[in-house]
């Protein structure tokens, strides 16, 4: 059974920084795709970072570029998502994404809750 366990969320003031976490269980991590989206109250859920677990490539949305860093740790098979200069407009329940690039299965992590204010 796969779980995606996600960790890190929190309330944080415009500025600040968080670090969210992913643990995958119950899956080959490096081969998937592993990936953290957002969704803020009445919008739709946006990509906000990616990376191929058996590579280097990263992506990011536009709107974080320069601010938010993916990464992983293969052998603890775990994603993060480090976050800096935090802004109100950052805040959403954000989730992991793991998507099989052989098998093309996607699994979602429960989310967690991100809130920047002062």
């Known amino acids: 059974q796969v779980q995606l366990v996600e960790s890190g969320g929190g309330l944080v003031q415009p500025g600040g920084s968080l670090r969210l976490s992913c643990v995958a269980r119950g899956l080959t991590f490096s081969n998937y795709r592993m990936s953290w989206y957002r969704q803020a109250p009445g919008k739709e859920r946006e990509l906000v970072a990616a990376t191929i677990v058996a590579g280097s490539a990263t ?46 299965s996607q699994y979602w992590g429960q989310g967690t809750q991100v809130t920047v204010s002062s």
Do not use: H
């Not at 709107?63 to 098979?77: E, L």
């Open 59 to 104: 992506w990011y949305g536009d709107s974080v570029q320069g601010r938010f860093t993916i990464s992983k740790d293969n052998p603890k098979n775990t994603v993060y998502l480090q976050m800096n200069s935090l802004k109100p407009e950052d805040t959403a329940v954000y989730y992991c994404n793991a998507y099989g690039l052989r098998t093309q």
